[in-house]
């Protein structure tokens, strides 16, 4: 199974960029996914997350700009980001948990990471 981020970049003081993450393999289904951001020198922390039922939460620093959301048919997930502050510049990976063909169990998979840079 692979999770896959797209979409980071460099963008400046109140713009937007859209995150995406695709999941494959041998997915059965994709259960809660999650987007967490790790800036320089600080720790990871969750950003948003949707379950497959599509319930949504956010950190409180993103609420109102960020908005999480999900495809399932195509086991992709977005995170639109609008209003965009330098504090939000970091490392945005997606983590998902996973069930595989031929097994009741969940896995949490990890994306490789994209880097959002916001200037000022």
């Known amino acids: 199974v692979q999770l896959v981020e797209s979409g980071g970049g460099l963008v400046q003081v109140g713009g937007s960029l859209r995150l995406s993450c695709a999941a494959s393999g041998s997915v059965s289904s994709v259960k809660t996914m999650r987007w967490y951001r790790q800036a320089p020198g600080k720790e990871r922390e969750l950003v948003a997350s949707i379950s497959s039922g599509d319930s949504t939460n956010y950190a409180d620093s993103v609420q109102g700009r960020f908005t999480i959301s999900r495809d399932n048919t195509r086991n992709i997930m977005y995170l639109q980001m609008n209003s965009l502050e330098p504090e939000d510049t970091a490392v945005y990976y997606c983590?998902?948990?996973?069930?595989?063909?031929?097994?009741?169990?969940?896995?949490?998979?990890w994306g490789q990471g994209t880097q959002v840079t916001v200037s000022s």
């Open positions: 983590n998902a948990l996973i069930q595989l063909y031929g097994s009741s169990a969940t896995y949490s998979n």
